[in-house]
């Protein structure tokens, strides 16, 4: 098992924004733009947008399904990491607003929130200290 | 309805159909060499799109992406986004709601120029109507008026490239993208 790293010092690199079209997924859409502009490491700046419909996980291994379209992404936060084996994993959390403005909460599923019509996001890289 | 099932099996993600036509084109990004951070304070009386935009324009900033960290309005609207019964695009903002006196729980808002070159403001936040009820959605910036209190922004300048809001054919609305000019001074 990989040493967990409770401290890691670092600094701020770079800022990218993006906006990823419909139906691409958000979280793997936030991974390709780290592709895009060449970060390995980066915290989500600010996001807003819509999703098709929203998966949500549970504690239990379930899937909190919240049904659009459109489900409002109203808060989000996370990060992107670049993984020992060479891939880059993000790490999405937030609140989502149904079409009746009703509210729901928790990390997003990867490969399940297909967005609806636009996705804004706001990247600041993280450049850990070697 | 409910809009809201739990599930032990893995939902199918829908791939919608928009009325444009699909451009391969799936991601539209820019970077800016070093982050410029604001610390934002949006005064009591002026509207979140006033207190925005004003004093971000006076130090030269015309593209941000902001975070609204929290705070009361003495008045707030917002909008939903159901299906467009009208079938121009996927879905329509709705007629906005009022909210009333408002606690605005978390918002994002991202700053730029609509295609009438003016400033424009998309915010999307987390809301406690003065009813009691949580709620979220789209808000209408230039009717939401600040309470008694300054309310905290933090804010990231995003310089040598500018957000501006253009036609995307593809789901036949207007929307902010990234182009690499830039007016942030």
Same mark, same amino acid.
């Given at each position: 098992?990989?040493?967990?790293? /409770?401290?890691?010092?670092?600094?701020?690199?770079?800022?990218?924004?993006?906006?990823?079209?419909?139906?691409?997924? %958000?979280?793997?859409?936030?991974?390709?733009?780290?592709?895009? *502009?060449?970060?390995?490491?980066?915290?989500?700046?600010? /996001?807003?947008?819509?999703?098709?419909?929203?998966? %949500?996980?549970?504690?239990?291994?379930?899937?909190?399904?919240?049904?659009?379209?459109?489900?409002?992404?109203?808060?989000? /936060?996370?990060?992107?990491?670049?993984?020992?084996?060479?891939? %880059?994993?993000?790490?999405?959390?937030?609140?989502?607003?149904?079409?009746?403005?009703?509210?729901?909460?928790?990390?997003?599923?990867?490969? %399940?929130?297909?967005?609806?019509?636009?996705? *804004?996001?706001?990247?600041?890289?993280?450049?850990?200290?070697? | 309805? +409910?809009?809201?099932?739990? +599930?032990?099996?893995?939902?199918?993600?829908?791939?919608?159909?928009?009325?444009?036509?699909?451009?391969?084109?799936?991601?539209?990004?820019?970077?800016?060499?070093?982050? #410029?951070?604001? #610390?934002?304070?949006?005064?009591?009386?002026?509207?979140?799109?006033?207190?925005?935009?004003?004093?971000?324009?006076?130090?030269?900033?015309?593209?941000?992406? +902001?975070?609204?960290?929290?705070?009361?309005?003495?008045?707030?609207?917002?909008?939903?986004?159901?299906?467009?019964?009208?079938?121009?695009?996927?879905?329509?903002?709705?007629?906005?709601?009022?909210?009333?006196?408002?606690?605005?729980?978390?918002?994002?808002?991202?700053?730029?120029?609509?295609?009438?070159?003016?400033?424009?403001?998309?915010?999307?936040?987390?809301? #406690?109507?003065?009813?009691?009820?949580?709620?979220?959605?789209?808000?209408?910036?230039?009717?939401?008026?600040?309470?008694?209190?300054?309310?905290?922004?933090?804010? +990231?300048?995003?310089?040598?490239?500018?957000?501006?809001?253009?036609?995307?054919?593809?789901?036949?609305?207007?929307?902010?993208?990234?182009?690499?000019?830039?007016?942030?001074?």
């Amino acid at each position: 098992m990989a040493e967990m790293i /409770a401290v890691e010092q670092g600094s701020m690199g770079r800022v990218a924004y993006a906006r990823i079209a419909p139906n691409e997924d %958000l979280v793997q859409g936030v991974e390709k733009v780290c592709l895009a *502009e060449g970060f390995r490491n980066a915290f989500v700046r600010g /996001a807003l947008g819509s999703l098709v419909d929203s998966c %949500l996980g549970t504690i239990d291994g379930k899937y909190l399904q919240i049904k659009g379209p459109a489900v409002e992404i109203v808060s989000l /936060a996370g990060e992107v990491r670049s993984d020992e084996d060479g891939s %880059l994993r993000a790490a999405l959390t937030g609140v989502v607003a149904d079409p009746e403005g009703n509210v729901y909460g928790g990390p997003f599923v990867p490969g %399940l929130n297909p967005i609806c019509m636009t996705f *804004e996001v706001t990247l600041e890289e993280w450049l850990p200290a070697r | 309805m +409910t809009k809201r099932v739990v +599930t032990t099996g893995v939902p199918r993600p829908r791939t919608l159909i928009h009325p444009g036509r699909f451009n391969p084109v799936r991601i539209q990004s820019h970077h800016s060499s070093k982050g #410029r951070h604001v #610390r934002l304070a949006l005064l009591p009386g002026v509207s979140l799109f006033d207190g925005l935009v004003k004093p971000l324009a006076e130090i030269g900033i015309t593209s941000a992406s +902001t975070t609204i960290l929290g705070g009361y309005f003495e008045g707030l609207q917002y909008c939903v986004a159901p299906p467009d019964q009208q079938r121009q695009a996927v879905i329509a903002y709705s007629k906005p709601i009022t909210a009333g006196h408002t606690y605005m729980i978390f918002g994002n808002a991202t700053l730029g120029k609509g295609m009438n070159g003016l400033p424009l403001v998309h915010c999307h936040a987390a809301i #406690r109507t003065e009813s009691g009820e949580v709620k979220g959605g789209h808000i209408l910036t230039d009717t939401c008026i600040v309470g008694r209190d300054p309310i905290p922004v933090l804010v +990231t300048s995003l310089d040598e490239f500018e957000l501006r809001q253009a036609y995307d054919p593809e789901t036949n609305i207007p929307l902010l993208q990234p182009y690499k000019e830039t007016t942030n001074g």
